[in-house]
């Protein structure tokens, strides 16, 4: 892989400011089901700036960090470098779960990353990251997000193409049940059928599709909405068969979704993101069910479009007539089975304030 430079929208914190919402249904219990923490050229986002976010005033119980390259170490065998990351977010995982920040238990689940294209010889950097985790490792991810056209990137190193068809890539799969991990899976729409193959090849895999399966608008798909939309259900609907398989509601704010609300001169509403994303939020869980859809911020990705409190004000919006226990699936139950979060990692209340 090359590196090259990013490709997230550029964080300006003086334009999120111009939008102020009151904050809706506030006690809702949430498990963040999807963040990151880095520390990049011009992006600082560590558990400080994750914390003022989850403090903008829902009620955050817990989260689950996504691997995103972060702090892999820089020495020893390459393949091993990634656990680097494991160690730095169960230190953050620790430093939450001390209580002197509050009852928020940050990182209460990781998914790291092991290279799956080793094969077999995944199965020791697997156990390495295991152990990194301290038990709180639930599964992995691989940079696995891929297209032809240039202006449909999401990731600063992308893929090799077919990498989700890979043998190598299905063998190093196959070690991830035996330890009782999971397979995060960020793809794009035209890459589902790849992934609809892969987990009916290991029907015993948890798999959690990432951002609502990846609906593109971007690059040649701008104005393709409807056709893509299409496409895209019938993927999905594939996958929504397939009784092992969750997905993760969000992760529409990147540039390939094409929902360009960044380039307004003031950030969106949640009334107007609720409109936009509410086709697809609603058809994934229609599809899947509300035990099998968790909520996501994607920040600080999506940061570079619209501020944490909005973005769940716009969740709220588009589940304002479900039920209690469809909201508490949705919220935080979904999250807390699939990645096997307990009580006590989670956290009895949640004020987001220190004590």
């Known amino acids: 892989m090359r590196a090259t430079s990013s490709p997230h929208i550029h964080v300006r914190e003086d334009w999120l400011a111009l939008r102020s919402e009151e904050i809706l249904e506030p006690e809702l219990p949430i498990i963040d089901a999807h963040h990151h923490l880095w520390d990049r050229p011009g992006a600082l986002y560590l558990f400080g700036e994750f914390l003022a976010d989850i403090r903008s005033g829902h009620r955050i119980l817990a989260s689950v960090y996504a691997q995103c ?130 987990v009916r090849q290991n029907p015993d895999l948890r798999v959690i599709v990432d951002h609502v399966g990846g609906p593109l608008g971007a690059g040649p798909y701008a104005g393709r909405r409807d056709e893509v939309f299409a496409e895209w259900k019938a993927r999905m609907t594939e996958l929504a068969a397939l009784p092992r398989v969750c997905v993760k509601l969000g992760g529409l704010g990147m540039n390939v979704s094409g929902f360009a609300f960044h380039e307004r001169a003031a950030p969106p509403s949640s009334q107007e993101l609720a409109e936009a994303w509410k086709p697809y939020i609603q058809t994934c869980i229609d599809l899947f069910g509300p035990d099998r859809c968790m909520f996501e911020s994607n920040f600080p990705v999506d940061k570079g479009m619209f501020s944490y409190p909005v973005l769940w004000n716009a969740f709220k919006r588009i589940t304002r007539d479900f039920s209690a226990s469809e909201k508490a699936s949705l919220y935080s139950g979904a999250a807390a089975s699939v990645y096997r979060l307990t009580p006590a990692e989670i956290g009895a209340t949640c004020a987001n304030e220190p004590n």
């Open 69 to 198: 390259r972060s702090m892999y170490r820089g020495f020893g065998p390459v393949e091993m470098r990634p656990v680097g990351e494991v160690e730095f977010v169960n230190g953050v995982a620790a430093q939450s779960a001390s209580g002197l920040y509050g009852s928020f238990r940050a990182c209460a689940a990781i998914v790291g990353f092991a290279d799956l294209m080793l094969g077999d010889k995944a199965a020791p950097v697997l156990d390495a990251l295991i152990q990194a985790g301290n038990g709180r490792l639930r599964g992995v991810r691989n940079t696995t997000a891929w297209h032809e056209h240039e202006a449909i990137r999401s990731n600063p190193q992308p893929p090799p193409p077919g990498l989700l068809a890979s043998d190598c890539f299905r063998r190093g799969v196959r070690h991830l049940s035996t330890r009782n991990l999971s397979l995060d899976v960020w793809a794009y729409h035209t890459q589902l059928a790849e992934l609809v193959d892969l």
